[in-house]
């Protein structure tokens, strides 16, 4: 049951990374980081989930620092 879960969980990460492009900046480090920890825990899919969330979230906010530390160019 579990490796259903898992390949089922594998195909729908695979197909939200697909639909998303660029957007997943930050997940999939977040998601190999979080699904070691949560598979040492128990919890690997779970972890791979969480992982990804923070990732994307310290991806976006080095984003915005890094957006407001450059000059605004205007025309």
Do not use: E, Y
Not at 2 to 12: M, P, Y
Not at 31 to 53: D, E, I, K, P, Y
């Amino acid at each position: 049951m579990k490796s259903i879960l898992f390949g089922a969980t594998l195909a729908l990460a695979g197909l939200s990374l697909a639909t998303t492009g660029a957007d997943a900046k930050g997940c999939l480090k977040g998601a190999a980081v979080g699904g070691l920890a949560g598979h040492v825990a128990g919890h690997g899919v779970l972890g791979a989930a969480a992982g990804c969330a923070v990732g994307r979230h310290q991806a976006n906010k080095r984003d915005r620092q890094q957006n407001q530390a450059q000059p605004q160019q205007g025309n």
